[in-house]
């Protein structure tokens, strides 16, 4: 007979606790994964200011610094993915763990891209540009940044105080969903931009006006009750279909070979996705709303 099956919440109990709590060492490991989502936000934020450097020093062509920024925001967004989880999958979740999980985010997810989106799209504009379009331009970025750092914290406040929340637009009972744009997803959607632009700044006005854009619309959705799926509902250790294998490794293949369109095109999708089922279910409210047609009558005026 083959030995009983123990998942790894048992493994990590600790025998000489009454209650059966984990052993101590257990709640490291989620912890590890903030701190490696943390000590990216910070590299993330110093190699934006190298390639500021770099930039003012008159190569203004593809930017190795800002590159890596990107790429390191990136890593940030799936190490967050991971800490979680791994919590929940150890039994190990605390409010200290939330806490600073939120922290590490406020600094890698809103900090961190917040500086590199102003180095990439604001501060390098063609000296050209006409002086008032320079003033409104920096002046927006200046303050749709912040909206962007505000909005994010915002939204990070309200997910740790908020317990079993409901969107605008409730989706399947069966599915997880958040409430408005996670923050980690409008930071991908920047770094994303950024690496597959080459991570070469911006130089001409209109531009960085849509840049400007893109980080306004990210702010309200971040704040916004719109409706985003959570994959919460995703068993990681559950059995795959061989579709399902498949697929992954179709995936995991392009990212590899084209990562600069792949990832962009992720992002877009899934910052999009709130958008197009906030709009459907708009649609389908206001077809509900519709009066219906009265029937016409068969007689005219005279009919008697």
Not at 103 to 117: C, E, K, N, R, T
Not at 216 to 233: A, C, E, I, N, Q
Not at 258 to 276: H, R
Request: charged share 15%.
């Amino acid at each position: 007979m083959g030995m009983p099956r123990v998942n790894l919440r048992e493994r990590l109990i600790d025998p000489n606790s009454p209650d059966r709590r984990p052993r101590r060492a257990a709640y490291a490991l989620p912890t590890l994964f903030t701190a490696g989502n943390l000590f990216l936000g910070f590299l993330a934020i110093v190699k934006s200011i190298e390639g500021a450097l770099w930039a003012h020093a008159g190569h203004l062509g593809t930017n190795p610094h800002w590159e890596l920024a990107a790429k390191v925001i990136g890593v940030a967004v799936f190490f967050d993915g991971l800490d979680g989880r791994i919590a929940r999958l150890t039994n190990t979740t605390s409010e200290f763990g939330k806490e600073l999980d939120s922290l590490a985010d406020v600094i890698s997810f809103g900090i961190a891209p917040a500086v590199l989106a102003f180095v990439y799209g604001f501060q390098f504009l063609d000296p050209a540009t006409p002086p008032e379009a320079r003033k409104y331009v920096l002046q927006a970025g200046y303050f749709l940044l912040f909206m962007f750092v505000c909005c994010g914290s915002m939204r990070l406040a309200r997910f740790n105080i908020t317990s079993n929340p409901v969107p605008r637009n409730p989706g399947r009972p069966d599915r997880k969903y958040f409430v408005g744009l996670p923050i980690p997803a409008a930071a991908g959607m920047v770094a994303a931009v950024v690496y597959a632009a080459d991570s070469a700044p911006l130089t001409l006005w209109p531009l960085s006006a849509a840049w400007a854009a893109l980080l306004g619309l990210l702010s309200f959705l971040m704040v916004s009750t719109w409706r985003y799926r959570s994959f919460k509902d995703i068993n990681l250790l559950s059995p795959r279909s061989p579709r399902s294998v498949v697929l992954l490794g179709m995936l995991f293949y392009l990212i590899w070979h084209f990562s600069q369109p792949v990832l962009l095109a992720m992002a877009t999708a899934y910052v999009g996705s709130g958008i197009l089922v906030r709009i459907g279910g708009l649609f389908r409210h206001a077809i509900r709303q519709a009066p219906a047609a009265e029937p016409t009558g068969g007689g005219g005026e005279g009919h008697a």
